[in-house]
């Protein structure tokens, strides 16, 4: 992987080369969800980077986005990954892409896309909603993330058959042993400021409610993919948050459900998930 410094904080990358046939066409970036890292795109970019510049990347503290001690002070909100989104974009010289994220990568994504409007064509959304406050479940939700993140132990890869029990939790049907073992690395991995951080700033009222007016302001076309087994991020809050945007006015148009499919449809469905993607950027290519 490549690494570029961002506000002090050296963050991994990788671009794929451009097609030679699409030189004019946006780049697909990447932005994965909470306690993961860029690797779970790789079967989305394998299939779709032959048409397109792919650029997948670790948030700040996950992966091997290293935060530094100097990041101590820094903001860990939906619009601080955004604003590094947005210099990695300036750096790296990109100044047409499509933005596809998963879950909390979802809500960077449609942040990213306010913040760098003139530079962002779309969204696209996996596992990705909310907007709604319910201030018991996201108390709970917070407390089991403090804890997981908390108590992980670093001898966690090392525990028989933890890859099997990942490989089959937040799925509709149990993933390739080898997603278990990366889910497990990057639990580890995550840096534990970063990660309490990006929980907690990211689940306030306050940023739960702003999430569908950031939504309703967005002029570029913004797409949910569901799974209709998702337990995480359930059909009826991706609903929500979609029903802000402009194109849910045309029978729900933005929604695109996934069947079979739990809180991880880029490698639960790689095929339907990438099916779908052609069919959006084809169908607003310019």
């Known amino acids: 992987m490549e690494s570029i410094n961002i506000l002090g904080v050296p963050h991994a990358y990788e671009l794929t080369p451009q097609p030679t046939t699409a030189s004019e ?6 932005i994965h969800g909470w306690l993961l890292s860029h690797n779970y795109w790789q079967p989305l970019i394998d299939r ?35 604003q590094d989104l947005s210099i990695l974009l300036q750096e790296l010289n990109i100044e047409k892409a499509w933005l596809v994220g998963h879950s909390l990568g979802g809500s960077i994504a449609l942040w990213g896309a306010q913040q760098c409007y003139e530079k962002i064509i779309g969204v696209i959304c996996l596992n990705s909603g909310g907007g709604i406050y319910i201030k018991e479940e996201f108390d709970r939700f917070r407390s ?35 997603w278990g073992r990366q889910r497990a690395i990057d639990l580890i991995k995550a840096d534990r400021l970063a990660a309490t951080r990006a929980l907690l700033d990211s689940t306030t009222e306050t940023e739960v409610k702003l999430l ?5 302001k967005l002029s570029q076309p913004v797409f949910f993919l569901a799974g209709t087994q ?19 006015e045309s029978n729900g148009k933005n929604v695109i459900e ?17 099916s779908k993607i052609f069919g959006i950027l084809k169908e607003y290519s310019s």
């Open 25 to 30: 066409f946006p780049v697909l970036i990447f």
């Open 230 to 248: 998702d337990k995480v991020m359930e059909l009826k809050y991706v609903r929500h948050l979609a029903s802000f945007h402009q194109l849910f």
């Open 212 to 216: 569908p007016k950031i939504v309703s």
């Open 258 to 274: 996934i069947h079979n499919c739990g809180h991880f449809s880029m490698v639960e469905q790689t095929e339907i998930v990438t």
């Open 48 to 82: 779709l980077a032959p048409s397109y510049q792919c650029l997948s990347y670790d948030l700040r503290g996950f992966g091997d986005s290293r935060r530094t001690p100097e990041d101590l002070n820094n903001s860990f909100t939906l619009a601080a990954y955004a």
């Open 144 to 178: 089991a993330g403090q804890q997981l993140v908390k108590l992980r132990p670093s001898w966690l890869l090392s525990l028989p058959g933890v890859d099997l029990l990942l490989a089959r939790t937040m799925v509709e049907r149990p993933l390739a042993r080898h």
